[in-house]
T-cell receptor, first 111, second 112 residues
Framework: KQEVTQIPAALSVPEGENLVLNCSFT??????LQWFRQDPGKGLTSLLL?????REQTSGRLNASLDKSSGRSTLYIAASQPGDSATYLCAVNSGYSTLTFGKGTMLLVSP | DAMVIQNPRYQVTQFGKPVTLSCSQT?????MYWYQQKSSQAPKLLFHYYDKDFNNEADTPDNFQSRRPNTSFCFLDIRSPGLGDAAMYLC???????????FGPGTRLTVT
């Protein structure tokens, strides 16, 4: 059974810092990995999707990497802003179209 | 814009009173999902449809049912809500090409 772990559970940084969120998964036989953002009381917004054959994806200030063999992914946020404050969820698709989620990292960026 | 829509955004129901949550999509995706998310927890998959084929997760309580009358619409029925069913319910769809999932804004269910 796939298990996804996210570290740290919470992170507080001053505005402008570069930061890294970590995600690990137990079964490396994955189809893809998706990073989401969730604001309090809201739904999930897809940030980046990495297919199993890819090593990284970039969107603006976000860069996600995938090392399938070691069961790890990282989400790098450059020059953080207060508007980046949210919970970031990592989810792994191990096939059959279903996702296994981590519990998320709650990020607070202070002005 | 193509999107996933959930109605209502907030639903209050009484203990034991049946409730239906709805989801619609304009993405024309063939796979639709229902997740339950409790406070500070990861979303938990309840069931999903691949076209009209229904797939129930093994640990989804019988109290939860679903209907998908057509490609665009999917419903979550909770037959006898308990206090433990209070949660955010998220609907999602996925692209048949990339399997990227797209989520709606969620329905916050309160059980009194």
């Amino acid at each position: 059974k796939q298990e996804v772990t996210q570290i740290p559970a919470a992170l507080s940084v001053p505005e402008g810092e570069n930061l890294v969120l970590n995600c690990s998964f137990t079964d490396s036989a994955i189809y893809n990995l998706q990073w989401f953002r969730q604001d309090p009381g809201k739904g999930l917004t897809s940030l980046l999707l990495i297919q199993s054959s890819q090593r990284e994806q970039t969107s603006g200030r976000l860069n996600a990497s995938l090392d399938k063999s070691s069961g790890r992914s990282t989400l790098y946020i450059a020059a953080s802003q207060p508007g980046d404050s949210a919970t970031y969820l990592c989810a792994v698709n191990s096939g059959y179209s279903t996702l296994t989620f981590g519990k998320g990292t709650m990020l607070l960026v202070s002005p | 814009d193509a999107m996933v829509i959930q109605n209502p955004r907030y639903q209050v129901t009484q203990f034991g009173k049946p409730v239906t949550l709805s989801c619609s999509q304009t993405l024309n995706h063939n796979v639709m999902y229902w997740y339950q998310q409790k406070s500070s927890q990861a979303p938990k998959l309840l069931f999903h449809y691949y076209d009209k084929d229904f797939n129930n997760e093994a640990d989804t309580p019988d109290n939860f049912q679903s209907r998908r009358p057509n490609t665009s619409f999917c419903f979550l029925d909770i037959r006898s809500p308990g206090l433990g069913d209070a949660a955010m319910y998220l609907c999602a769809t996925s692209s048949p090409l990339s399997y990227e999932q797209y989520f709606g804004p969620g329905t916050r269910l309160t059980v009194t």
